[in-house]
């Protein structure tokens, strides 16, 4: 299995842009789907976005369509999350998720590895 650290994390003002990382191990990342989830205070865990293998396909949750773009560079192991024009309701712990696989996957028991999560807070 790969491993996962994201980071990048922090407090932003309602309106603001964040932009989290994630760095993986191995050298087979480009046959990893990858994807990020997040969990807000009292809520379950819940899905973000989801990235393929080669990057060429993506899925974002409803919540999030339009506010935050998803990409991956394979050569350097890593993920990227950009989040755009955050709202309180984006708070929460976000962690990325991988798992071998050529598809785009958008249920957290499709992933077997996980990161230690990045705190995010955004104030009103």
């Known amino acids: 299995q790969v491993q996962l650290v994201e980071s990048g994390g922090g407090l932003v003002q309602a309106g603001g842009s964040l932009r989290l990382s994630c760095a993986a191990s191995?050298?087979?990342?480009?046959?990893?789907?990858m994807g990020w989830f997040r969990q807000g205070p009292g809520k379950e865990r819940e899905f973000v976005a989801a990235?393929?293998?080669?990057?060429?396909?993506?899925y974002y949750a409803d919540s999030v369509k339009g506010r935050f773009t998803i990409s991956r560079t394979n050569t350097k192991n890593t993920m990227v999350l950009q989040m755009n024009n955050l709202k309180p309701e984006d708070t929460a712990v976000y962690y990325c998720?991988?798992?071998?696989?050529?598809?785009?996957?958008?249920?957290?028991?499709?992933?077997?590895?996980w990161g230690q999560g990045t705190q995010v807070t955004v104030s009103s």
């Open positions: 990235i393929s293998w080669s990057g060429g396909s993506t």
């Open positions: 191995g050298r087979t990342f480009s046959s990893y789907a």
């Open positions: 998720a991988a798992r071998y696989g050529t598809s785009v996957y958008i249920r957290d028991f499709d992933f077997g590895s």
